[in-house]
């Protein structure tokens, strides 16, 4: 889509646009699909996300293994009942939207992987908050996510937004990123500031491992989907004020690029370092994997079991 | 592989039941695509699990996800979780498997035996990240395609002529064709034919293919990214 955020800087200052209406313009012209087209595929995205995050708030959603579920409801509740939280209406809010969209995420529910799936709370947590606090429109919205997208384009393509590529800097941090963005643009920053807010959020996240118990995503992944809603949230306010990346925002992506390619594999997406290779850790994915082994002996003996009736059986 | 432009819904999307892109979403689409290439419900699909999907598949509903494809589900289709039992209900019967498709192999691959009727065909597959998955080989033959495009998947006794005709057929339908590929195993054998295109391939044209004494099997495979 775009080789650089310089490259999306100069498009929308040459045609003084903003950052969403040039990635519009560049996802019709190289999929060959009317602008009404993508903006409709865009809009049903922001409608799932919206579901995923009211369903992980509605109730203590537990996770397929049974390891995590329902702190995002567990925190709802708790501001409900009218405690103040010390990281104030806002970002608590966030906080519990991008966990609830990731604990629906780890029990088979439906969501949107923005970039990837154990990701997927932060752009949600983030927009849906904004608009909640702001009233910011749904088409304003699904704007930002054109933004978000190019951003995770340029990511995608300078660096990485896969945990076995590039560690957990690469999907919690592109999330950050991407939602630092959209945001800015949202509460009427320059292109220019978000860049910016890119750049702050990426270095603030750099050399995040992906180290998740079991193999699963769920620890830590539910609960760094609220770190990267934080760290977002930093970002914008700094960019909005006029704070600079001393690092330019290209030179920052390709900076998570190299530490991902230079992280050690047990870090990425191995379950074999970090909190997998604690002995908690090690102890869940035992219960687990022993549970599911049982499992898996049971269901393909079953499956043969019942088909031996009916069919013939070369085994 | 199919090069392209790295689209808005790549990064925002896929549309999907959790929990992992890779070992859900993108074991669904190979589900989707070995049906296609069987051109019917499975009614027996052996399914060899490689690698990552041999190791932590089962807490991610690779196995599930897989067989939802084969049953002809999308990446957000809510009866993911249950297709196990579907499968059952449906007469399809699954066999899980270990296997091991040497150290060449994308670690999330899966090797799927499927039959139906007289109809079998053996397909290589690997999700390689984000939701994205390689068609890797068919019945044995390096291939590669990744259900970005409509494509036309031909197998048929080589010969000299059997891409003018082919092509012949794409300019009949006014089909502009992005990406084709030839592989075959040695001189007047069997060859694989793929063609990738940018717009419907209409089953007319399938059907015209078969009349052909020398192709033994042509299929569309319809896109199934969007």
Known sequence: MFESLAEMLSLAEAENQPLHAIVIAREAETTGRSREEVWAAMARRLQVMRQSAEEGL???????????????YRLWQ????????????????AIARAMAVNEVNAGMGCIVATPTAGSAGILPGVL???????????????????????????????????????????????????????????LGGSPHQSAHAVAITLKNM????????????????????????????????????GVKSVIPPDEVIDAMGRIGRRMDPRFKETAEGGLAATPTGRRLARMIWSHSEDQRDRKPEGQRDAASTNAPTTE | MTKRAISAFDIIGPIMVGPSSSHTAGAVRLGRLGRAILGAQPQRAILGLHGSFARTGRGHGTDRALVAGLLGMATDDPRIRESLDLARAAGMEVIFREVDLGEDAHPNSVMMTLQAGDQEVEVVGASVGGGMVEIRAVNGYPISFTGEHE????VAEDRPGTIHVITGLFLDYELN????????????????????????????????????????????IPRIIE
Not at chain 1, 78 to 92: M, R, Y
Not at chain 1, 139 to 144: G, M, P, T
Not at chain 2, 201 to 220: C, G, K, N
């Open chain 2, 177 to 220: 064709i992005a990406f084709s590929r030839v592989e075959r195993r040695h001189r007047g054998g069997e060859a694989i034919q793929l063609f990738e295109t940018d717009d419907a391939i209409p089953d007319e044209l399938v059907a015209a293919l078969e009349d052909f004494y020398w192709v033994y099997w042509a299929r569309r």
């Open chain 2, 151 to 154: 494509a036309l998947l031909v």
């Open chain 1, 78 to 93: 708790w501001l409900a009942a009218g405690h103040e939280p010390v990281t104030g209406p806002i970002l608590s809010r």
């Open chain 1, 206 to 241: 750099l050399g995040l491992v992906c180290d998740p118990v079991a193999g699963l995503v769920e620890v830590p992944c539910i609960k760094r989907n609220a770190a990267g809603a934080a760290q977002c949230f930093i970002a914008i306010d700094l960019a909005l004020a």
């Open chain 1, 128 to 186: 849906l908050t904004l608009q909640e606090a702001y009233g910011f429109s749904d088409d304003d919205l699904v704007n930002a996510l054109f933004t978000a997208s190019g951003v995770g384009a340029v990511i995608a393509r300078r660096a990485s937004i896969a945990g076995a590529a590039g560690g957990c800097q690469a999907e919690t941090g592109s999330a950050a990123a991407m939602a630092a963005a959209a945001g800015v643009e949202l």
């Open chain 1, 58 to 72: 509605s109730r203590p959603v537990r996770s397929l293994s049974g390891m995590t579920g329902g702190d995002a």
